[in-house]
């Protein structure tokens, strides 16, 4: 019995410690001309940047989706749905299209 509680232990504290180190997504991301792109960086800051245009925003995310929030843009807030590809969609009937992870 001492063996089995052990082993929930251990697999509980897998789960916590897998939870805790994925933060969701980072790196840049585009669409496909490199006219809109998405650098996420740690500690939840990001920049937006659209036809040459930069703002510095912020964000955060689950599982499925990432809230980015830049105070000095039209629309303050977007949320992208993340896809399991690891691509972001913007909302439905925006203009913003598919971004994909650039390759390091």
Known sequence: ???RDLMNVMAG???LLNSGCNSG???T?????GAVILELRSGGKASFT???DVEDCSFNSNDKQLTLTC??????VTVFNIHDDGS???PPGSFMPPL????S
């Open 1 to 3: 019995m001492r063996l």
């Open 13 to 15: 504290l897998a789960v």
């Open 25 to 27: 997504p980072k790196g």
């Open 29 to 33: 991301y585009t669409d496909a001309n």
């Open 50 to 52: 659209f036809m040459g």
């Open 71 to 76: 105070k000095g843009s039209p629309a303050p």
């Open 88 to 90: 972001l969609t913007g």
């Open 100 to 103: 994909r992870k650039e390759k």
